[in-house]
């Protein structure tokens, strides 16, 4: 029987990160970043999240090619502008569909957003502004998590759905909420908080019809319009961003 020499295996080594490069462009009188980062794609595109703006491309660019691809991008982002749900420079949000100037306060060694008033009774303690922009997304989140919370027991009852569904948030770009049957679980996309009630109890309806019917069968959609008579235009609303 011949020896076998068994090979040392070689530590696996960790991911490395994609290296990104940020620029800063004036769009629409208002400073914006935008990432580029070299993809293995045949093609460039942009990916816009309520974080980020980047740009994937197959090379490495020169300046020209950059302007180009702004040029060719820039609709989409200022559509993108248009549809923030919060402007640090200009210092407003909006929440259900409402517009908000904010403002923060310091009282002895704490901090706190004295407009709008619903927001007054949380503190914090650093007011550096990435911090601050960390802080107010954390509390909108919160405020809307029990909103959104409170509506869904609401519906469920006049749905006559005989459970509870658990309610949470993620950062979804490609669906506005999911609803896990099995798992009694439904998950909404944080970038809801933005928009009128009307039309977040639209998404609400359509994602709890998906206790009676798992797919998108006539079925389905007879019980969202019976209970949503609106919902396409709502859903117009919608996915072009309009909050209210």
Same mark, same amino acid.
């Given at each position: 029987?011949? $020896?076998? *020499?068994?090979?040392?295996?070689?530590?696996?080594?960790?991911?490395?990160?994609?290296?990104?490069?940020?620029?800063?462009?004036?769009?629409?009188?208002?400073?914006? #970043?935008?990432?580029?980062?070299?993809?293995?794609?045949? &093609?460039?595109?942009?990916?816009?999240?309520? +974080?980020?703006?980047?740009?994937?491309?197959?090379?490495?660019?020169?300046?020209? =090619?950059?302007?180009?691809?702004?040029?060719?991008?820039? =609709?989409? *982002?200022?559509?993108?502008?248009?549809?923030?749900?919060?402007? &640090?420079? $200009?210092?407003?949000?909006? &929440?259900?569909?409402?517009? /908000?100037?904010?403002?923060?306060?310091?009282?002895?060694?704490?901090?706190?957003?004295?407009?709008?008033?619903?927001?007054?009774?949380?503190?914090?303690? +650093?007011? =550096?502004?990435?911090?601050?922009?960390?802080?107010?997304?954390?509390?909108?989140?919160?405020?809307?998590?029990? /909103?959104?919370?409170?509506?869904?027991? /609401?519906?469920?009852?006049?749905? #006559? *759905?005989?459970?509870?569904?658990? *309610?949470?948030?993620?950062?979804?770009?490609?669906?506005?909420?999911?609803?896990?049957?099995?798992?009694?679980?439904?998950? &909404?996309?944080? $970038?809801?908080?933005?928009? @009128?009630?009307?039309?977040? #109890?639209?998404?609400?309806?359509?994602?709890? @019809?998906?206790?009676?019917?798992?797919?998108?069968?006539?079925?389905?959609?007879?019980?969202?319009?019976?209970?949503?008579?609106?919902?396409?235009?709502?859903?117009?609303?919608?996915?072009?961003?309009?909050? +209210?």
């Amino acid at each position: 029987m011949k $020896n076998s *020499i068994l090979k040392e295996k070689k530590p696996l080594k960790p991911p490395t990160r994609k290296k990104e490069k940020k620029y800063l462009f004036e769009i629409e009188n208002q400073k914006v #970043e935008v990432f580029f980062r070299i993809s293995k794609k045949h &093609f460039c595109t942009l990916k816009i999240t309520s +974080n980020k703006i980047l740009v994937l491309h197959n090379k490495t660019l020169q300046e020209k =090619e950059i302007e180009t691809l702004l040029k060719i991008f820039s =609709e989409n *982002i200022k559509n993108h502008l248009k549809a923030q749900r919060i402007d &640090f420079d $200009n210092l407003y949000f909006y &929440f259900l569909g409402q517009k /908000y100037d904010y403002q923060i306060a310091q009282k002895g060694q704490s901090f706190y957003f004295s407009k709008p008033t619903f927001l007054s009774k949380y503190t914090f303690r +650093n007011n =550096e502004e990435e911090k601050i922009k960390d802080k107010l997304k954390e509390l909108l989140e919160r405020e809307f998590l029990k /909103y959104l919370t409170s509506k869904v027991r /609401y519906w469920e009852k006049i749905m #006559e *759905i005989n459970y509870e569904n658990e *309610i949470a948030l993620r950062e979804k770009n490609s669906t506005w909420g999911t609803n896990y049957i099995k798992q009694k679980k439904i998950i &909404f996309s944080k $970038n809801l908080w933005a928009f @009128s009630q009307e039309i977040i #109890e639209s998404v609400i309806i359509h994602e709890l @019809s998906h206790c009676f019917w798992g797919d998108h069968s006539k079925k389905f959609w007879a019980i969202v319009y019976k209970f949503c008579p609106d919902y396409q235009i709502l859903t117009k609303k919608l996915n072009k961003k309009e909050f +209210n």
